[in-house]
Structures are given as structure tokens and as C-alpha cells.
């Protein structure tokens, strides 16, 4: 049997949260078939190793965490032992010999392309970025102008990296100014949401996080300051479900306005805040904002923010009951943070102040996964990575 080589795309597994699960395994001599799984290999953020028979190198077979096997190759392989995760790719139809030598071989399934690509691709990404919890994803929305959701955001997500979760900041209000912006970060290299735009199908999380700029060791995805001002729906639904995949923390600023795009935001949400100044006029605006939420979010519940001056307005209580939503808790105001901003101190980053005080809490109450330590910066994807996490498994 011939021996492996390494495929020469680049390897985006990971920004170092989680552990390395090694590369998926590629047996063909089918050049065609190679390209192809090569491709979805690129799209999945997987960098293979490729071998013409059972690999020579001791332990290929035993320890990739997926092999595909080409339907010329599957023949030969009846001995070399069963193991699970294996896969036998085909570009033609599934003939009952080529079934045979699957389930010789201990084969989970027989996948024929170009049909079973959006499979197979997830397979692959699932192999390589390893399945395990979710990310805790919080959405912030602002129950009126200026009520102040996108410092919330940023400062949920200060704290959870501060706490040593893998967190990703999602940036989901194209008209906001870019939450690079307000943590002094709008200079630092990586991709913004313009790059995304065409996503669809499976983004790999791992390609994903190291794509984006890292800033007060959190990852963001932000907005240039381009023209472009608009989230396709299909890309904020791929974008956020890689964030998901990744675990940890992931926090989405987002309009008050419940488009097609924040809709699908709001279905990758585990709870929202809805962030509301502590006047009556700012409930009754709010009311309107909670309606087009809770339509298709279930778990939304009211953050009572404090107002400036001596009276302290309404209770945060009575905000929950006019809105007839859950109580998030009440953020006391908070004076200097436009001073912070001019300083490039991001917002929570005090833990002793009001608002840092705020995300603690509820970070403890919501139970926010622990993680390894906070995130070391790692060289942005090249081409060909950009690639495939601007255009994912298309389908």
C-alpha cells in the first residue's frame, strides 16, 4: 500500500480553546473524487491527510478522527480492521458491491456526490471541531435610542472572557458604529461582517474565530466602514450557528428593528436583554420593541438600566410588569463611560464598577460555561480559508 501526504490547504482547527482532534484521513487514487473532497475539507476548515491506500505511517488509521474512503480504494481495505468514523465516497451510484466492501470495511454509510456534499461537509467539520455543548448566546436589544444595549453587549462579553470563556462578540446592527469601534479595536487586522456576506451552509467555528480580530481576548465581529449596511439572512443564520458550535460565550448586539436577518439571530438565542432606562416614555417605546422580539425569541427579560440625576426613576419591578417581562436585574447609571471610551478602556473592564458588577451577576445566575484560558492571538485565515468562510457549502 502506498503511503500519505499531507494536503497542502491551509489548516484552520481551532484558536486554541479547544483540543487538537488531529486531521481527517482521505484514501483515494480517484483525482477527481479528490478534488472534491478536498474542497469540502476547505469548506469545513479541515486541512487532510491523503493517502492512496491504508496510510504507511503507524497509527493513520486508527487515530484520524474520520476517514473517507474512495469507492476505488474501499476493496482493499476489508483488512485492515474495523473502526468507527469511516466513510465511503462515491461519485456514481451505490452499487450492492461497493455496499459490500462498505460493510466489510465498517463503514457508518455509503455517500454518493455530488448528493450527499452538504452531508458530508458536516460530518467532516463535526469530525474535525469535535461535538460538544453549545455556546450560552445572549442577544441585547435596546428598548429605546440610546438605551445603551451596545455597551451592555461589549461589557457581557469583557466579562465572560475575563472569566476564561471562549467568547465571541457578534455584532448584529449594521447602523450601530461597530462595537470595534467603542473597544478601541477598528485599526486591528481581521475580517468584518462584508466578508460574510455570501456565507451559507456550514461556516467551520474554528476558521471562523481566527478570521476575526481579537480584542481584549475576545473574538468580534464587527462592521468596515464601508457603504455596506445589511446582514443577508442566510449569512447571519451561518455565521452565528459556527459561533454556536465553538462553545463558550457568544454575545449579539441587535436593532430594535426584527427584520428577516435579526429573526434569525433571535432563533439562535438562548435568552435576550432588553436593555430599558428607567423613564416611562423609554417602557412605551420598549413595549413595541418586545412585541416583534417575542414573536420568535420565548426568553426575553428586561435589564432596568438607571438614569442620570437625583431621581432614580421607575423601580425595576414595575418596568418588568409594564412590560410583562422577567426581571434581568437593574444596572445602576454609570457616569464616565464615555470617559473610558476616549481612554480605550472597554466597557466592564472594572470589575468593581456598576456595570461589570451587573455582567458578573448575571453571568453566575445564567450559569456561563467555564473555558480554558482567555484567547491568544493566532495569524488570520489566508486565501484559501477566506474562501471557504465567505462561501461555505453552498445548497
Known amino acids: 500500500m502506498s503511503g500519505s501526504r499531507t494536503s497542502d490547504r491551509p489548516d484552520h482547527r481551532g484558536d486554541g480553546n479547544s483540543e487538537e482532534r488531529g486531521a481527517p484521513l482521505i484514501i483515494t487514487e480517484d483525482e477527481g473524487l479528490l478534488d472534491d473532497l478536498l474542497r469540502l475539507c476547505a469548506a469545513a476548515g479541515a486541512l487532510p491527510e491523503v493517502a492512496s491506500g ?61 448528493d450527499g456534499e452538504r452531508w458530508l461537509a458536516d460530518r467532516i467539520a463535526d469530525a474535525v471541531e469535535g461535538v460538544g455543548p453549545p455556546a450560552r448566546t445572549v442577544g441585547v436589544i435596546g428598548g429605546c435610542g440610546g438605551a445603551g444595549a451596545s455597551t451592555v453587549a461589549c461589557a457581557l462579553a469583557v466579562t465572560a472572557a475575563r472569566a476564561g470563556a471562549p467568547t465571541m462578540l457578534v455584532d448584529g446592527d449594521p447602523l450601530g458604529g461597530g462595537l470595534d469601534v467603542l473597544l478601541g479595536g477598528e485599526k486591528e487586522q481581521g475580517l468584518r461582517w462584508p466578508a460574510f456576506s455570501e456565507s451559507r451552509g456550514r461556516v467551520a467555528g474554528g476558521a471562523l474565530a481566527e478570521s476575526l480580530p481579537l480584542l481584549h481576548s475576545l473574538r468580534v465581529l464587527s462592521w468596515d466602514r464601508s457603504g455596506e449596511a445589511a446582514i443577508p439572512p442566510p449569512a447571519m443564520r451561518a455565521v452565528l450557528a459556527a459561533a454556536r458550535r465553538r462553545g463558550g460565550v457568544v454575545v449579539v448586539d441587535l436593532p430594535r428593528r426584527v427584520d428577516e436577518a435579526v429573526a434569525e439571530a433571535l432563533a439562535q438565542m438562548d ?22 422580539v417575542r414573536g420568535v425569541l420565548g426568553d426575553v427579560r428586561v435589564v432596568a438600566r438607571g438614569v442620570p440625576g437625583p431621581d432614580p426613576g ?24 464615555s470617559g473610558d471610551l476616549r481612554r480605550d478602556v472597554p466597557p466592564g473592564a472594572d470589575p468593581r464598577r456598576p456595570l461589570a458588577r451587573f455582567c458578573t451577576a448575571f453571568w453566575e445566575r445564567v450559569s456561563a460555561p467555564s473555558g480554558p484560558c482567555p484567547l491568544r492571538p493566532r495569524p488570520t485565515a489566508g486565501r484559501s480559508g477566506l474562501t471557504a468562510l465567505r462561501g461555505g457549502v453552498r445548497g
Open 271 to 292: 435568552l435576550g436583554l432588553l436593555v430599558v432606562p428607567a423613564e416611562l416614555r423609554a417602557v412605551a417605546a420598549a413595549r413595541r420593541v418586545a412585541a416583534g
Open 54 to 114: 491504508r496510510p504507511a505511517r503507524n497509527g493513520g488509521w486508527e487515530t484520524a478522527p474520520l476517514v473517507i474512503v474512495g469507492e476505488d480504494c474501499a476493496a482493499r481495505l476489508s483488512g485492515a480492521g474495523r473502526r468507527e468514523g469511516v466513510v465511503v465516497a462515491a461519485r456514481g451510484a451505490d452499487e450492492p458491491a461497493l455496499l459490500r466492501q462498505a460493510v466489510a470495511i465498517g463503514a457508518e454509510r455509503v455517500l454518493v456526490l455530488p
Open 314 to 337: 421607575l423601580e425595576p419591578d414595575e418596568i418588568a410588569r409594564l412590560l410583562k417581562l422577567p426581571s434581568a436585574g437593574e444596572l445602576a447609571w454609570e457616569a464616565d463611560l
